[in-house]
């Protein structure tokens, strides 16, 4: 079972612009990661966020959280066309802390 | 130690054929995950372990699938008598948790599995 949904499902933008992603997830959590993953590839952690953190920096990504509409964002902005990949959020929650994933936004920046 | 280790990278079989996945996670880690993955959609949770506890099972993962982690380090993923629908890309994933909130997962490249 998934999480979370990612919203919107495709995105497709110009270099240099910004991009935003959301996710919605269902349970209560511990925190909030985005990954990403090139076509076929593994995934890449990208940034994690703590329930009691509401936003968070890491070069070109911003991620904020408000854990009262439980959602979150993922910006990047100066978008590259190297940033074109699928990112998805995970949360863990409970007792078990595991990892559960939403359902993805493919992202194509085009050059 | 490079990362997360997954073997074979792909595989091909025929349905009622079984199959094993290795994954070898990154040494200190102390829980490892499988995930599956199909087109389109993100990694859905099959099983985890803590060392070499298996601490939790998916429903996804029916009586044909079974994992070990026998001693804390590599884990095998076994599919008896595979089905078409088991075609996937098959992840491992590794951490170390320590207490709550536990840091970033590392992927392995996955095994992308073909059942014909």
């Known amino acids: 079972s998934q999480q979370g949904e990612e919203d919107p499902q495709a995105l497709s933008i110009q270099e240099g612009e910004n991009a935003t992603m959301n996710c919605s997830y269902k349970t209560s959590i511990n925190n909030l990661q985005w990954y990403r993953q090139n076509s076929g590839r593994g995934l890449v952690h990208l940034i994690l966020?703590?329930?009691?953190?509401r936003e968070k920096h890491s070069g070109r990504l911003r991620v904020t959280l408000d854990t009262s509409k439980k959602s979150s964002s993922l910006l990047i902005t100066a978008s590259r066309a190297a940033d074109t990949a699928s990112y998805f959020c995970a949360t863990d929650g409970g007792a078990t802390n595991k990892l559960i994933f939403g359902t993805g936004t493919l992202l194509a920046v085009q050059p | 130690d490079t990362g997360v280790s997954q073997d074979p990278r792909h595989k091909i079989t025929k349905r009622g054929q079984n199959v094993t996945f290795r994954c070898d996670p990154i040494s200190e880690h102390n829980r490892l995950y499988w995930y599956r993955q199909t087109l389109g959609q993100g990694p859905e949770f099959l099983t985890y372990?803590?060392?070499?506890?298996?601490?939790?099972k998916s429903r996804l993962l029916s009586d044909r699938f079974s994992a070990e982690r026998p001693k804390g380090s590599f884990s095998t993923l076994e599919i008896q008598r595979t089905e078409q629908g088991d075609s996937a890309m098959y992840l491992c994933?590794?951490?170390?948790?320590?207490?709550?909130?536990?840091?970033?997962?590392?992927f392995g490249q996955g095994t992308r599995l073909t059942v014909v």
């Open positions: 994933a590794s951490d170390l948790v320590l207490g709550q909130g536990g840091p970033e997962a590392f």
């Open positions: 966020i703590r329930s009691n953190e």
């Open positions: 372990f803590q060392n070499e506890a298996q601490l939790e």
